[in-house]
């Protein structure tokens, strides 16, 4: 069983829709959340950071993380075409010899 | 901020030659920086872990003999892939990390496509 699993998609959906990506982990360790896009041929921008459980907003973007059942979520409001991109969720256990673990990343289409 | 820059983008090499991938972080100071390799349509996986002015951390099964990492200095950050394989060929991409407190705060560079023939 991978540390984190991603669901690869692909997930298209029209232009302004919710979005909701999701990654499920079996490290209770992990501490630290984060949300990666990397658009085709270029290398992954952050997007969210979070601590814990709990839910951080950052414009249209939301991202939820609930330990108790090893889920974490990122939602994307009014969904627009240059949201079209891979979207990587990562955690770590948090200290510094601590490895970031990436899922295999979701591909999402946003058609207009 | 937090701009980390590859160089070259794209390269394209006989098999048994040497290629140098170059990583800088442009507007701070990296003490950290990362390395990893990604398969198309596959996560990355990390190689390794560069530290100023110390031998680099390899992971598990990556050959430190082939996979050359040099960071020399708080800006820069080298890959040499010496005798390069057709199953070298992969995307290469670079991390820096800001500050020694927020460990998972990495910001990654463009990323460095080989293909070697």
Partial sequence: ?112 | GAVVSQHPSWVICKSGTSVKIECRSLDFQATTMFWYRQFPKQSLMLMATSNEGSKATYEQGVEKDKFLINHASLTLSTLTVTSAHPEDSSFYICSARTRQDRYNEQFFGPGTRLTVL
């Fill in chain 1, 1 to 112: 069983q991978k540390e984190v699993e991603q669901d690869p998609g692909p997930l298209s959906v029209p232009e302004g829709a919710i979005v909701s990506l999701n990654c499920t982990y079996s490290n209770s360790a992990f501490q630290y959340f984060m949300w990666y896009r990397q658009y085709s041929r270029k290398g992954p921008e952050l997007l969210m950071y979070t601590y814990s459980s709990g839910n951080k907003e950052d414009g249209r973007f939301t991202a939820q993380v609930d330990k108790s059942s090893k889920y974490i979520s990122l939602f994307i409001r009014d969904s627009q075409p240059s949201d079209s991109a891979t979207y990587l969720c990562a955690m770590s256990a948090g200290s510094s010899a601590s490895k970031i673990i990436f899922g295999s990343g979701t591909r999402l289409s946003i058609r207009p």
